[in-house]
């Protein structure tokens, strides 16, 4: 059968608006389209394939896991779900952790256990979450309406109520808000829809010390910070700031749909049982998928890389912007970059986006203002060399109108 993107036109919902080209193989951080064309990814799927395209170790977890069992449902457990749960506690300062399919569910997850924590331990009156602007937490209508930007939750009718927004950066707007009512302050350690903005460390640990004063539960949203993303395993290990949930998906399966929410023995007490759950969550597939991905990222040689990498992105990057004068400041953390715009280049991050797909280069934006990065862990320098090289040429095509 023969499809093509038109195709996509005539049977896909409207809500995407998807490049002229169809992938249809992918190589490491290489890519080739319908016609044969190769591609560069500096996109890695938003932040997902953390080895990059078809890695060996992970085609064959996959295929060992797929001749044994792929399914069950929640009624049994099973051995990888296990492992992989193993070695996430081991790993972080969780001691329990909940697996879902994608980083809204381990976000909607996340957000009713800090309810339901709250009316155990406080009563019902302690139900508010204070997220900050510009954040951005997944799709449902819970994770939707706690993320900061409202074009994505309105214009679908009466939305959750106690939740409320703060300025990221700003540690006055979120002790206005914040008090003994409040059961939860969520928040990215790095945001990544947003725009790529790094929290200060006056911040990060004034937001920490604030949950503590009024007893309210930390949730890091490590969906896209996390999984050696920013060259630590979590981001909030390189911020000195410990968060009581985290939510993970994204790299984790490496390419596989998977999210975890991880937090410790006392607030995991509250889910009892039948108070949540999901019917793929924890699949031996793609448990076995994720189990292998961390093996692979939670090392020091690719853990470490991924700062030596970040350094050969921003002297490139740097080279670039003396040459064509369009960045502001190079922002973000490890191989989490974003180049924001100047002045000159307001409100068009999309055209850079575009002209780089036409030099066989996939990357991505962070809103309208800021070209968003996130390539491979593993990405070989030649191939940065390389995908830097493009997208030069994509920036003079911008810039020469």
Same mark, same amino acid.
């Given at each position: 059968?023969?499809v093509?993107? /038109?195709?996509?036109?005539?049977?896909?919902a409207?809500?995407?608006?998807?490049?002229?080209?169809?992938p249809?193989r992918?190589?490491?951080?290489?890519?080739?389209?319908q016609?044969?064309?190769?591609?560069i990814d500096?996109?890695?799927g938003?932040?997902?394939?953390?080895?990059?395209?078809?890695?060996?170790e992970?085609?064959?977890?996959?295929?060992? !896991?797929?001749?044994?069992?792929?399914?069950l449902?929640?009624?049994f457990?099973n /051995?990888?779900?296990?492992?992989?749960a193993?070695?996430?506690?081991?790993?972080?300062f969780?001691?329990k952790?909940?697996?879902?399919?994608?980083?809204? /569910?381990?976000?909607e997850?996340?957000?009713k256990?800090?309810?339901r924590?709250?009316l155990? =331990?406080?009563g019902?009156?302690?139900?508010q979450?204070?997220?900050?602007k510009q954040g951005?937490?997944?799709?449902?209508?819970?994770t +939707?309406?706690?993320?900061? !930007?409202a074009?994505y939750s309105?214009?679908?009718g009466?939305?959750?109520g106690? @939740?409320?927004?703060?300025?990221?950066?700003?540690? /006055?707007?979120?002790?206005a @808000?914040?008090?003994?009512k409040t059961c939860?302050?969520?928040?990215?350690?790095l945001?990544?829809e947003g725009?790529?903005?790094?929290?200060?460390e006056e911040?990060?640990?004034?937001?920490?010390?604030?949950?503590d004063? =009024?007893?309210?539960?930390?949730i890091?949203d490590e969906?896209?910070?996390g999984?050696?993303r920013?060259?630590?395993?979590?981001?909030?290990?390189g911020?000195?700031?410990t968060?009581? @949930?985290?939510?993970?998906?994204?790299?984790?399966?490496?390419?596989?749909?998977?999210?975890?929410?991880l937090?410790?023995?006392?607030i995991?007490?509250s889910?009892?049982?039948?108070t949540h759950?999901?019917?793929?969550g924890?699949?031996?597939?793609?448990c076995?998928v994720?189990e292998?991905?961390l093996?692979?990222v939670?090392?020091?040689?690719?853990l470490?890389?991924?700062?030596?990498?970040?350094?050969?992105f921003?002297?490139?990057?740097?080279?670039i912007n !003396?040459?064509y004068k369009v960045?502001?400041?190079?922002r973000?953390?490890?191989?989490?970059?974003?180049?924001?715009?100047? !002045?000159?280049y307001q409100?068009?991050?999309?055209?850079?986006?575009?002209?780089?797909?036409?030099?066989?280069l996939?990357?991505?934006v962070?809103?309208?203002?800021?070209?968003?990065?996130?390539?491979?862990?593993?990405?070989?320098?030649?191939? @940065?060399?390389?995908?830097?090289?493009?997208?030069?040429?994509?920036?003079?095509? +911008?810039v020469?109108?």
């Open positions: 059968m023969q093509s993107r /038109e195709t996509f036109n005539d049977v896909m409207p809500n995407y608006n998807p490049a002229a080209i169809v249809v992918g190589q490491g951080s290489r890519v080739w389209d016609k044969g064309d190769e591609y500096f996109a890695g938003i932040a997902v394939n953390v080895l990059g395209h078809c890695h060996p992970l085609v064959k977890a996959l295929h060992e !896991q797929g001749e044994k069992l792929w399914h449902s929640n009624v457990t /051995e990888p779900a296990l492992r992989l193993t070695k996430l506690t081991d790993a972080t969780a001691d952790v909940y697996f879902a399919n994608s980083g809204a /569910e381990a976000n997850a996340a957000l256990l800090a309810r924590f709250a155990d =331990h406080y019902e009156d302690k139900n979450i204070i997220s900050f951005f937490h997944g799709r449902t209508f819970f +939707v309406t706690v993320g900061g !930007q074009a309105d214009g679908f009466p939305k959750p106690a @939740i409320d927004h703060a300025g990221y950066n700003d540690l /006055e707007s979120l002790e @808000i914040i008090s003994d939860a302050v969520m928040m990215e350690p945001q990544g725009g790529i903005i790094s929290p200060t911040f990060v640990k004034g937001v920490r010390a604030l949950c004063k =009024h007893n309210a539960l930390l890091f969906v896209q910070s999984v050696g920013t060259g630590e395993l979590y981001a909030y290990m911020l000195g700031v968060p009581d @949930i985290l939510t993970t998906a994204k790299a984790l399966g490496g390419g596989f749909p998977i999210g975890a929410m937090t410790t023995n006392k995991a007490d889910l009892k049982v039948g759950g999901s019917t793929y924890g699949n031996p597939l793609a076995a994720a292998k991905a093996d692979i939670n090392t020091p040689e690719v470490n890389d991924v700062k030596r990498k970040e350094q050969l921003r002297d490139g990057l740097d080279a !003396q040459k960045f502001s400041e190079v973000g953390k490890g191989l989490l970059l974003g180049c924001a715009l100047n !002045q000159d409100g068009r991050a999309r055209d850079f986006l575009v002209a780089s797909t036409s030099e066989k996939m990357c991505l962070a809103g309208a203002n800021v070209v968003r990065f996130a390539p491979s862990l593993v990405i070989p320098d030649e191939d @940065i060399k390389e995908g830097l090289a493009r997208f030069e040429r994509a920036v003079a095509a +911008v020469n109108g």
